[in-house]
């Protein structure tokens, strides 16, 4: 069974940095390609960013240059580092595997991680 | 505002059938293939339509999905009171460079 299991999320003050991880397993995770989807309170899907599996990286523009997706495939391990951070960050943070090793489209998801940003 | 429009609720009674569109551009959905994400409360997204048209193994024939040209629908027929959640639709968009959603709709199950 595909498990995705997203840690790393917290209260953190506008300016500050986080660091995202997700766990995966129940599949060969270096033949897949990953992303990122954020969910603000209230409000719908926003995707943020995506890996392929040879280490292509895709970024929203909401968060290019703030943001940065890479993997472990020897940890079986996504992350998302998070500088600079801002109150509209604020959101649920979704892990969520591909189709394939080139197609980011959310397949199967985690259960999400909180991000807080406020001073 | 989201590049793909979809309406923000729907409606229905139960057994009957709904359906909720997707119109987007020939820069995303004209282009590249259509997912359907149901979200039951406080829960996470789940992949319930992939590649236009395809259920993923576990998700009842109930639901089906199509696409012509730049627009897509989720329907789902004999409705039932656990479809009450939100629904969103996703693909590539080749000109943005990203993927993007619809803002989603809320089914109410009356």
């Known amino acids: 069974e595909v498990q995705l299991l997203e840690s790393g999320g917290d209260l953190v003050q506008p300016g500050g940095s986080l660091r995202l991880s997700c766990a995966a397993s129940g599949f060969t995770f270096n033949n897949y390609a990953m992303t990122w989807v954020r969910q603000a309170p209230g409000k719908g899907l926003e995707w943020v960013s995506g890996?392929?599996?040879?280490?292509?990286?895709y970024y929203a523009d909401s968060v290019k240059g703030r943001f940065t997706i890479s993997r472990d495939n020897s940890k079986n391990t996504l992350y998302l580092q998070m500088n600079n951070l801002r109150a509209e960050d604020t959101a649920v943070y979704y892990c969520?595997?591909?189709?394939?090793?080139?197609?980011?489209?959310?397949?199967?998801w985690g259960q999400g991680t909180l991000v807080t940003v406020s001073s | 505002q989201s590049v793909l429009i979809q309406p923000p609720s729907a409606s229905g009674t139960p057994g009957q059938r709904v359906t909720i569109s997707c119109s987007g551009s020939?820069?995303?959905?004209?282009?590249?293939?259509v997912n359907w994400y149901q979200q039951l409360p406080g829960t996470a997204p789940k992949l319930l339509i992939y590649s236009d048209s395809q259920r993923p193994s576990g998700v009842p024939d109930r639901f089906s999905g199509s696409k012509s040209g730049t627009s897509a629908s989720l329907a789902i027929s004999g409705l039932q009171s656990e479809d009450e959640a939100d629904y969103y639709c996703?693909?590539?968009?080749?000109?943005?460079?990203?993927?993007?959603f619809g803002g989603g709709t809320k089914l109410t199950v009356l």
């Open positions: 020939s820069s995303n959905i004209g282009r590249d293939s």
């Open positions: 996703g693909t590539w968009d080749v000109s943005l460079n990203s993927r993007v």
């Open positions: 890996i392929t599996c040879g280490g292509g990286t």
């Open positions: 969520s595997k591909g189709y394939s090793c080139s197609s980011g489209a959310p397949f199967v």
